[in-house]
């Protein structure tokens, strides 16, 4: 049996050009899912520290939140990291007295919490990147698990 017969098909089973393209698609999949799979070079993951104030969160949201909970990131559900520390306070609230003056209150029902998280992460000159997202110092980071989702600004970051 020759390698290729008189029309042109390898082994008598495929055309020569048809099997070039097929190896060539291959090739840019395999191209395109090993880019998409690997970190940028220089960076090695590391583990990151985000403190996030949730403000004016129900009583109910604060009594479910826990040390251990593994936090997602909202809209794209990559995990964040884990829950390492909670710290929940009443919110204040300013109140007008009768005499006019304006004075601070602990709202019976609203409660501000900060909590902690630790997740992988890579930390470069340009940004630093928990899961998927690129978190920065006074911005807005929705947060989810299985029980609750909020919505806080993360107050310090960490590279440990």
Known sequence: MKIIDDKGKLFGLINIIDLLAIVLIL??????????????????????EV?????????????????GDIVRETKSNVVLGEVTNIDIKPSATLVETSDGRVVE???????????TIVGEGTASENA?????????????????????????????????
């Open 105 to 115: 209150y602990p709202n019976p029902v609203l409660k501000d919490a900060v909590i």
């Open 27 to 48: 090739a840019v999949m395999g191209r395109f899912y090993l880019k998409a799979h690997q970190n940028p070079p220089g960076l090695e993951t590391k583990k990151i």
């Open 51 to 67: 403190q996030v104030l949730l403000e004016e969160i129900r009583d109910a949201t604060a009594d479910v939140i826990e040390v």
């Open 128 to 160: 630093i990147v928990v899961g998927n997202s690129e978190i920065r110092i006074g911005t807005k980071l929705g947060m989810k698990t299985n029980i609750y989702a909020v919505t806080g600004t993360v107050m310090t970051i960490k590279v440990l």
